[in-house]
């Protein structure tokens, strides 16, 4: 519970957020000049103090260092008195819980910072113990080059002093690492402090530590505009090179997979650059390439059509799919592969992450690659019956999956391509395979896909379960679904290929067998937006993004979710939910 931190966007674990003093302070932040420490209880005892809405003060405290044993922190833990002022508590991840504080430092920092494992299990453990709506703040341990890997773990606060120290100590900090003094010709930058001095020889120590603060502060504000962006992956994936810890801690917190998919949006405009094997690991990715192969069902009965993705996104509008387009005529079912989301069915091309990324393109799939894709290809196949299976892909990387698939599950699979997927030769192909096959409707095409989506976005037989009759008006891809008395239902919004409820709508999704993410409220009927303490319980799988329902005494609504549903179940700040309609019962 807190009064002084509120939580704004979610990029992952890393928030952007807002420490509410007198002069409000956006997050991640150096805290240091509104930060005021009443001191430590080790050398005698401390009067509480009065403290002030100007500053977070941190309440009289005893800190341990990294690896001091349980007993010795139970024996001589401290109990945080309330306060009506900004605060902070010093806790430790093993006793780390709710004091009552608006932000939490964590003791011990420099014992764990550095090593990959252990800095993300005490991240993690104080994370999940600590309230979701307060702060977590690391001491003694931030540079330019790790404030952004912090960040993205889920802190919130850091103070400058090992910027500092290091500067007094004629160590040079970037992005990308250190330099000592005594080894530059150059200064490579040009904050106030570089360009004040002018010159290597005129560059003091003093110099270098205001440097160092410089460029943390400069650092900050590039993760801050990476999480409101929903970019800050993308970064902390290029960062991570220049130290391997950094790496470590990005592929120890993928397989934190509780930890990051609770606080993963299902569905957001950022495109996502997939520049290496580490890109497969994502939340996203993970989280499609399941949905896909344990909620989305084939409601076609023609062949299947499996065909390479594009660079252009969504697939549809590029030029070698309009091209496989006028081949098929639909006369059968469209399955995109590409690495790294696994396999796109044409239904699902708009939706979050499938027309929100960029590849690297080199002809060429790696090892790890080519597994992730067959893996996920062969979870489809096993779940989906096709007639036939034609392959209009490219032999390198494509064909090599498809074979490896198509020997494990013992099929026969057709292959139409010459040299390219586009040649003439290919493409009449690909039409030679098709002749004789009966062509779905555009209608049919339009319902399956709103189908398909229902089953992605809230379980598998969702879509015949809430739309088992349904008729689209407009035009692909803003599809409007009403039921047969013409009553809206829903709008397919094509910038994440999602559907948005309707009342109606959300009527037939809580009358349905599936899944229902509902939140519960106090007795109001929201306009707008429900805010956190407005709600009174929310379902667990609820994340950011998520299409919900919200009940109360004298209202039903629906919109879409701000907060994961554990989030929302303990924040005292904040939009819940931002509801789209709403009735008074």
């Not at 806790?91 to 014992?111: C, H, K, N, Q």
């Not at 500067?167 to 904050?191: I, N, S, V």
């Not at 790294?340 to 790890?368: F, M, N, S």
């Amino acid at each position: 519970m807190t009064e002084y931190f509120e939580v704004h966007e979610r990029d992952g674990a890393a928030r952007l957020g807002e420490l509410r003093l007198s002069d409000p302070l956006v997050t991640p932040a150096i805290v240091d000049d509104v930060l005021s420490d009443a001191g430590s209880l080790w050398f005698r005892d401390r009067e509480v103090p009065e403290g002030s809405d100007d500053e977070v003060t941190v309440l009289p405290h005893r800190a341990f260092p990294s690896g001091t044993p349980d007993e010795v922190q139970d024996s001589f833990a401290v109990e945080y008195p309330d306060v009506d002022y900004p605060s902070a508590a010093v806790v430790s991840p093993e006793t780390a819980s709710d004091r009552g504080t608006d932000v939490y430092v964590l003791s011990g920092a420099p014992g764990f910072v550095g090593h990959g494992s252990a800095f993300v299990d005490a991240i993690v453990q104080a994370r999940e113990t600590i309230p979701a709506d307060t702060a977590l703040m690391l001491s003694g341990v931030a540079t330019p080059g790790n404030v952004a890997t912090l960040a993205y773990a889920g802190v919130d606060l850091v103070d400058a002093d090992r910027a500092v120290v290091a500067g007094t100590r004629g160590r040079h900090l970037t992005t990308d690492g250190q330099y000592y003094l005594e080894d530059l010709d150059d200064l490579p930058c040009a904050c106030p402090a570089c360009q004040n001095a002018g010159s290597v020889e005129a560059f003091t120590r003093e110099d270098c530590a205001n440097h160092n603060v410089n460029r943390l502060r400069a650092e900050l504000a590039t993760v801050r505009q990476r999480i409101r962006q929903g970019r800050l992956r993308d970064y902390v994936e290029a960062q991570a090179r220049h130290e391997q810890w950094h790496t470590a801690v990005f592929r120890e917190l993928d397989d934190q997979w509780g930890y990051l998919e609770q606080r993963t949006p299902v569905l957001r405009e950022a495109e996502s650059t997939a520049a290496s094997e580490d890109t497969l690991r994502r939340v996203e990715i993970r989280r499609f390439a399941d949905r896909v192969t344990s909620r989305y069902r084939c409601r076609f009965n023609e062949p299947l059509v499996l065909v390479p993705c594009s660079a252009r996104k969504p697939y549809s509008e590029s030029q070698s799919h309009g091209q496989f387009h006028d081949a098929i005529q639909y006369r059968a079912h469209l399955v995109s592969m590409t690495s790294p989301i696994g396999v796109v069915p044409q239904e699902l091309e708009l939706t979050y992450p499938a027309q929100h990324y960029d590849a690297v393109v080199t002809g060429r799939w790696t090892e790890g690659e080519e597994e992730f894709v067959a893996e996920v290809l062969r979870r489809y196949l096993k779940r989906n019956d096709y007639p036939r299976i034609v392959a209009h892909v490219p032999e390198a990387g494509y064909r090599e999956v498809i074979e490896r698939v198509e020997s494990d599950l013992g099929l026969d699979v057709e292959y139409t391509v010459e040299d390219h997927p586009t040649t003439g030769d290919s493409i009449s192909n690909l039409m030679t395979a098709l002749e004789g096959e009966l062509k779905y409707s555009r209608r049919e095409r339009q319902h399956n896909t709103v189908r398909a989506i229902a089953d992605y976005m809230f379980g598998d037989g969702a879509g015949d379960e809430i739309f088992e009759d349904l008729r689209t008006t407009s035009r692909y891809p803003k599809l409007q679904v009403r039921d047969r008395d013409g009553e809206q239902l829903a709008t397919m919004v094509p910038n994440y290929g999602v559907l948005s409820l309707t009342l109606a709508g959300a009527r037939r999704w809580v009358a349905s067998d599936a899944p229902t993410k509902t939140v519960e409220i106090d007795d109001f009927v929201p306009h707008g937006s429900v805010l956190a303490p407005g709600v009174t319980g929310a379902d667990d799988e609820i994340r950011v993004g998520d299409e919900v329902v919200v009940e109360g005494p004298s209202a039903f609504a629906v919109g879409r979710a701000s907060m994961s549903g554990p989030e929302m179940a303990e924040s005292t700040r904040g939009v819940a939910v931002e509801v789209r309609h709403a009735e008074e019962r």
